[in-house]
């Protein structure tokens, strides 16, 4: 067990370009979680995914955002025609999915945009 | 819709000295309580949590918390502060789900500790 893992950590783009962000969550996990995070601010739930299913989408998560997880294990997030204010850090979590439900973090990827 | 509130966005304690940090939230039922750390550049450790039981939740780091109903209240607090408890402190409150677990979990803003020696 590994833990949550993000890929990539950071990334740079300019203004109007389509970035794709990728979560693994801990095996086993068949709940997984994208968060957005702003400077000075904490998480924000952006969407949930039940195994292959997305159960809940945030009214953050605007026509732009689009985020997939098509064999119930890894998880994509992609941003089209990126803009400033989409500048975040992207937060993935993932959790068991029974009992007590511990979300469980990975480091994040880092989003600028120019 | 469930919210939380850390009043402090700021402490500054000296290395030996208590720790209390605040936490409010509102949720329509008995909510799941969370207390995660970020330390710079690092993503979200859960340092403990509460679902039921015991009031008392002790956590890693030396960490615990009281779940108080009447107050909805739930603040971290640590004896003795080492210089390595630096960070960023984010409560947070998940819905519960009536299947079992949660769903949504819902951050404070966050509270920013700073350690003087």
């Known amino acids: 067990d590994t833990g949550v893992s993000q890929n990539p950590r950071h990334k740079i783009t300019k203004r109007g370009q389509n970035v794709t962000f990728r979560c693994d969550p801990i095996?086993?996990?068949?709940?997984l979680y994208w968060y957005r995070q702003t400077l000075g601010q904490g998480p924000e739930f952006l969407t949930y995914?039940?195994?292959?299913?997305?159960?809940?989408k945030s009214r953050l998560l605007s026509d732009r955002f689009s985020a997939e997880r098509p064999k119930g294990s890894f998880s994509t997030l992609e941003i089209q025609r990126t803009e400033q204010g989409d500048s975040a850090m992207y937060l993935c979590?993932?959790?068991?999915?029974?009992?007590?439900?511990?979300?469980?973090f990975g480091p994040g990827t880092r989003l600028t945009v120019l | 819709a469930q919210s939380v509130t850390q009043p402090d966005i700021h402490i500054t304690v000296s290395e030996g000295a208590s720790l209390e940090l605040r936490c409010n939230y509102s949720?329509?039922?008995?909510?799941?309580l969370f207390w995660y750390v970020q330390s710079p550049g690092q993503g979200l450790q859960l340092l403990l949590k509460?679902?039921?039981?015991?009031?008392l939740v002790q956590g890693i780091k030396g960490f615990e918390a009281e779940f108080k109903r009447s107050q909805s209240s739930f603040n971290l607090r640590k004896p003795s502060v080492h210089w390595s408890d630096a960070a960023e402190y984010f409560c947070a409150v998940g819905a519960k789900l009536n299947s079992g677990g949660y769903q949504k979990v819902t951050f404070g803003i966050g509270t920013k500790l700073q350690v003087i020696p």
């Open positions: 509460y679902f039921s039981g015991d009031t």
């Open positions: 995914f039940q195994n292959e299913a997305q159960l809940e």
């Open positions: 979590a993932s959790s068991l999915g029974s009992g007590s439900d511990t979300q469980y």
């Open positions: 949720y329509g039922a008995t909510p799941y």
């Open positions: 095996s086993e996990h068949n709940r």
